[in-house]
């Protein structure tokens, strides 16, 4: 229990694409009946997702397109899952501590210390009118 899966899902497919085809679904046409707009990132949102960091790989199971997610060696010097349990729970109490305080500075460096892939997004990343 408590394995990662990562799915093969074949040729990523562009967002405007797929919506360009659904307007051509419903008999309309793209730019001239529907218009699509672009209105920018929201908070959190990204434009690609790393299924696999740094000190991971995968390992095949017996279906061809499921994949298990394995840790190389823990990229904080850890030894094993106890010392990784022992060290995220001091880390996420850092963090709790942080939150009470209302300590937003604190919280973003404890993520990035936790996750070192972590990148904070603007709070003006949506467009605004």
Known sequence: GGEIFILRMGTPVKIVDMAKDLIRLSGKEPDKDIKIVF????D????????????????????????????????????GPAELQAWLSAELQHLYDAAHRHDSHAIKKKLHEIVPEYVPHKADSVLQK
């Open 39 to 42: 209105t920018g990132l929201r």
């Open 44 to 79: 959190g949102e990204k434009l690609n997702e790393e299924l696999i960091t740094v000190g991971e790989g995968i390992v095949p199971t017996d279906h061809e397109k499921i994949m298990v997610l394995r840790s190389n060696g823990f990229s904080h010097g850890l030894k």
